[in-house]
């Protein structure tokens, strides 16, 4: 256990409805990464928070896709219109500031399956 | 863009050494690090090197050659627990926040 948490553990939807998953990272890490996986492959970039501030988000999130950071501390990862291609592990990570990007320590992640 | 290419699978005996290649391509580069992750669970740092050179950490090392373009991460006297899979990651300077990870190196430890 990283001590960054995600929840919920295991989603299932439908095609087209709204999803929505939450991470909070170790506390005083103020860097927060998300990031997709699917079966086979590694960790898949989603977006980068610094604090507050979303300061990057990979070209290949769609417009359905949203992160938020409101007060620093937890984030959360929304998907609308949620398509069957969207099924995957949805994993969370977390740093200090101090450091380097590779250090990152990841939650257990929300395994989402899109029927 | 990066492009990162590591073996699929890899089988060994406990007590065994093994060694998972890592070849990149990218457009600048800082390091090379290493992430395990056992089957259902969250991705676990085990080494960064961004200087040429090997880095030993208990029965793990890492290894990495910049002109080579080229590491490795060494699993020496190899037990049942490391079964899991591997993933090489590199970041470079097109975007100074995103790791991008190979499609992992599965290693299957047999008694």
């Known amino acids: 256990d990283t001590g960054v948490s995600q929840d919920p553990r295991h989603k299932i939807t439908k095609r087209g409805q709204n999803v929505t998953f939450r991470c909070d990272p170790i506390?005083?890490?103020?860097?927060l990464y998300w990031y997709r996986q699917t079966l086979g492959q590694g960790p898949e970039f989603l977006t980068y928070f610094q604090n507050e501030a979303q300061l990057e988000k990979s070209r290949l999130l769609s417009d359905r896709f949203s992160a938020e950071r409101p007060k620093g501390s937890f984030s959360t990862l929304e998907i609308q219109r949620t398509e069957q291609g969207d099924s995957a592990m949805y994993l969370c990570a977390s740093r200090p500031g101090t450091g380097t990007q590779e250090t990152q320590y990841f939650g257990p992640g929300t395994r989402l399956l899109v029927l | 863009g990066q492009s990162l290419e590591q073996p699929s699978e890899v089988t060994a005996v406990e007590g065994a050494i093994v060694q998972i290649n890592c070849t990149y391509q990218t457009s600048g580069f800082y390091g090379l690090s290493w992430y395990q992750q056992h089957d259902g669970g969250a991705p676990t740092f085990l080494s960064y090197n961004a200087l040429d050179g090997l880095e030993e950490t208990g029965r793990f090392s890492s290894f990495l050659s910049r002109s080579d373009s080229y590491g490795y991460l060494l699993l020496q006297e190899l037990q049942m627990k490391d079964s899991a899979s591997y993933f090489c990651?590199?970041?470079?300077?097109?975007?100074?926040?995103?790791?991008?990870f190979g499609a992992g190196t599965t290693v299957t430890v047999r008694a």
């Open positions: 990651a590199v970041r470079d300077h097109s975007n100074d926040y995103k790791l991008s």
């Open positions: 506390s005083e890490h103020n860097r």
